[in-house]
Nanobody, 115 residues
Framework: QAQLEESGGGLVQPGGSLRLSCAAS????????MGWYRQVPGKQRELVAE???????NYAEPVKGRFTISRDTAKYTVYLQMNNLKPEDTAVYYC?????????WGQGTQVTVSS
């Protein structure tokens, strides 16, 4: 069973919205900093947003004001609400859980922003 299960990707027009979800086991969710990263072919995977177990969030500059990361402690799920999407947001989005030496990635979900 995968430790992180992502969902919510898809095709959306510029200016539209999507919400990504990342479900984790309780032990992972309660211990780790959870983050969303993205990658396009030929480029390195980059941080989009992350949130600590205490709820402190951090965003990459290109998504500030448009994306919101949040944690649902009842569902052990982290969300990435993406608004005002742009074509340059097109990428495979990955969920990550990290705590000291523990480092786990989801399988990735494709987000395509195109008219």
């Amino acid at each position: 069973q995968a430790q992180l299960e992502e969902s919510g990707g898809g095709l959306v027009q510029p200016g539209g919205s999507l919400r990504l979800s990342c479900a984790a086991s309780p032990s992972i969710f309660n211990l780790c900093t959870m983050g969303w990263y993205r990658q396009v072919p030929g480029k390195q995977r980059e941080l989009v947003a992350e949130i600590t177990r205490g709820g402190v969030s951090n965003y990459a500059e290109p998504v500030k004001g448009r994306f919101t990361i949040s944690r649902d402690t009842a569902k052990y799920t982290v969300y990435l609400q993406m608004n005002n999407l742009k074509p340059e947001d097109t990428a495979v989005y990955y969920c990550r859980a990290k705590f000291i030496e523990f480092d786990s990635w989801g399988q990735g979900t494709q987000v395509t922003v195109s008219s």
